[in-house]
């Protein structure tokens, strides 16, 4: 059984950082993790992922709007991925939610098999 578990968010002022964390089990080291977010009123949207162990080339996406911003990371050895953000805008409010994929990494990487629940991130202005 498949379980992705989210924590980590919270109320952040602008310009400040939170460290998501998404734990996960019953997948292998050789999935796609990847972060998404959705905001109020809006589909969810990708933001970054991290290749599986087995993947060659590119090793991390991120979407543009975090670049230089955001870093996406894995620990192998706890089978968890986390999404460090810096340089919080009230624009990144949304409940950012973790995927996990069977497919290799892409720079889109719409193609989740799994999700968590998500946690919500508020940036305030």
């Known amino acids: 059984q498949v379980q992705l578990v989210e924590s980590g968010g919270g109320l952040v002022q602008a310009g400040g950082s939170l460290r998501l964390s998404c734990a996960a089990s019953?997948?292998?080291?050789?999935?796609?993790m990847g972060w998404f977010r959705q905001a109020p009123g809006k589909e969810r949207e990708f933001v970054a992922a991290a290749a599986g162990i087995f993947a060659t080339g590119t090793r991390t996406y991120y979407t543009d709007s975090v670049k230089g911003r955001f870093t996406i990371s894995r620990d192998n050895a706890k089978n968890a991925v986390y999404l460090q953000m810096n340089s919080l805008k009230p624009e990144d409010t949304a409940v950012y939610y973790c995927g996990a994929s069977r497919a290799p990494i892409s720079p889109s990487n719409n193609n989740m098999d799994y999700w968590g629940k998500g946690t919500l991130a508020t940036v305030s202005s």
């Open positions: 019953g997948v292998t080291l050789s999935y796609t």
